[in-house]
């Protein structure tokens, strides 16, 4: 229905103009309908009042009754109109009234349903949404409705993240606390032996225990968008060669092939070659991780509009079509018992992406399939 469709201000306009034109047409209809009626009564009544002066009389008393007449019609006149002025403002002012109430509950209930709403989330309540009646659909206050609905959800939505944050926060460090105290009670009992491999493992396990609260550290400052970032002209070379200076000696340990495309014409990249080389080093970790001997890592850059875009492509164990969405996810981790043993705890591309976007630029995953390798590629502004 166009009234639905009608904006808010045209709606408060046309309201305004039926309750004028309920008015003048109330008035008109009284006035032309019954001020006759008044007027006739009145002068009936005058004339009678006045035991038939007005009309009739003779010679002499004329002009004096002419005088009588005339005040007599001026007073039914001026009584007649004032009567059916009263009565015509009565009903117009019941019409108006009327008229305004119904107005005023279509603006007025949804405005009111969303403070009660705003209350009820303000205590906890996130599940809260308001309705959004038909006659204001597609009105400001229909949009209104729909814009608190989505802030609800998102609101809703980040709740239950921080809920599961926590547990999964907990759940990451449960795992590695019970190695180590189960070590060390082992060891207090003498049931296990104080042997190299005892301390290897312990210290495995602190040193996750450690990166995990290094990790994250770095991924609430990323979240609170909090990373520190130096802009600056930065040739991709220089990118690719800290990053890969680093996972160098890790890939020669695992006989994996780490192979760098040409890297010759193309321009420089506006960013924090820090951080542009820690989301490269992390993708070349996980290609690394999820890559088994014998197989290759490709890194290449290409231009892609105005942005530069750095592609890790490995030979590894791929990412089945439906995981590849959640993989950005904090703790996401296609297979939890597998990615734990290798090290990962699932905020590598959370951290990874906020750094890329935190430098105005994005990310993507690609994957043929399972058993077929994955791509992923992060881009840059180019300089200019
Ligand atoms: P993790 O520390 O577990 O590696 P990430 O956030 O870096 O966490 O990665 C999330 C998940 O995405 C991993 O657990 C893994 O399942 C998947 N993944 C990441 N990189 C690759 C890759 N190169 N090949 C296959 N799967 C990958």
Redesign the pocket.
């Known amino acids: 229905m166009w009234w639905a469709r009608t904006s808010l201000r045209t709606k408060l306009f046309l309201s305004y103009l039926a309750v004028v034109l309920i008015v003048v047409v109330t008035v008109f209809i009284v006035m032309s309908v019954f001020a006759p009626d008044f007027f006739g009564a009145s002068m009936h009544s005058m004339m009678s009042g006045s035991g038939g002066a007005g009309m009739g009389g003779m010679g002499g008393h004329e002009n004096g009754n002419s005088d009588v007449v005339s005040t007599n019609l001026d007073a039914a006149f001026r009584q007649a109109v004032t009567q059916g002025l009263l009565l015509s403002a009565s009903l117009a002012t019941v019409a108006a009234l009327a008229l305004s109430f119904i107005v005023a509950r279509q603006i007025a209930n949804p405005v009111r349903r969303m403070l009660t709403a705003t209350r009820r989330i303000g205590s906890g309540h996130y599940a809260e949404r308001v309705s959004v009646p038909p006659a204001n659909a597609g009105d400001d206050l229909g949009q209104l409705a729909a814009s608190f609905n989505d802030m609800a959800s998102a609101l809703e939505k980040t709740e239950r993240r921080r809920v599961e944050l926590i547990g999964d926060v907990a759940h990451e460090l449960r795992t590695p606390i019970a190695t180590l105290t189960g070590y060390l009670e082992g060891l207090l009992d003498g049931v296990v032996e104080p042997s190299p491999e005892t301390w290897a493992r312990l210290h495995t396990e602190s040193s996750r225990l450690r990166r995990i609260v290094d990790d994250l550290q770095e991924l609430s400052r990323a979240e609170a968008r909090q990373i520190p970032i130096r802009a600056a002209r930065v040739p991709p070379a220089a990118i690719i060669n800290v990053a890969c200076d680093r996972v160098a000696a890790e890939y020669a340990e695992k006989g994996l092939e780490l192979r760098i495309a040409a890297l010759t014409g193309l321009p420089d990249v506006m960013a924090d070659q820090d951080r542009a080389a820690q989301a490269l080093t992390?993708?070349l970790t996980?290609?690394l991780?999820?890559?088994p001997a014998p197989g290759s890592v490709d890194v290449s850059v290409a231009r892609e509009g105005d942005m530069l875009a750095f592609r890790?492509r490995?030979t590894?164990?791929?990412?089945a079509p439906e995981?590849l969405p959640r993989?950005?996810e904090r703790f996401?981790?296609?297979?939890k018992s597998r990615?734990?043993a290798?090290?990962?705890?699932?905020?590598?591309?959370?951290i990874?992406k906020a750094l890329v976007e935190a430098m105005h630029g994005s990310i993507r995953?690609e994957?043929a399939g399972l058993g077929r390798?994955?791509v992923?590629t992060f881009t840059l502004p180019i300089a200019n």
């Open positions: 992390n993708l996980n290609a991780r999820y890559t890790v490995d590894g164990v791929g990412i995981n993989v950005f996401y981790r296609v297979e990615a734990r290798l090290g990962g705890s699932g905020i590598g591309l959370t990874t995953a994957s390798g994955s992923f």
